[in-house]
């Protein structure tokens, strides 16, 4: 069973930037996607990023041209890049993979961003 653990979450100002980090515990040979989702409190999780297993990105409107989505397989780890964060960005976000087989998520990484 693969475990994700994600990282690089913390307190950061309004406009400034973070990367969060997802980390598999073993290689993933294939997937189909991989995902940052987030959860603000009292509101649904929600999509913010995916990339599938050709590279093609998806974005959550909120998000678009201020995320990036990208995996580094040598690491096993996909990475969200944020810039130009927003007070309303604030949340746990949490890393997801489709195995194919089966899905995995991470325990989340709170990010806060303060105004």
């Known amino acids: 069973q693969v475990q994700l653990v994600e990282s690089g979450g913390g307190l950061v100002q309004a406009g400034g930037s973070l990367r969060l980090s997802c980390a598999a515990s073993?290689?993933?040979?294939?997937?189909?996607?991989m995902a940052w989702y987030r959860q603000a409190p009292g509101q649904r999780r929600e999509l913010v990023a995916d990339?599938?297993?050709?590279?093609?990105?998806n974005y959550a409107g909120s998000v678009k041209g201020r995320f990036t989505i990208s995996t580094e397989s040598a690491k096993n780890t996909v990475y969200l890049q944020m810039n130009s964060l927003h007070v309303e960005d604030t949340a746990i976000y949490y890393c997801?993979?489709?195995?194919?087989?089966?899905?995995?998520w991470g325990r989340g990484t709170q990010v806060t961003v303060s105004s």
């Open positions: 073993r290689k993933i040979v294939s997937f189909k996607a």
């Open positions: 990339i599938s297993t050709g590279g093609s990105t």
């Open positions: 997801y993979a489709d195995l194919w087989s089966q899905t995995v």
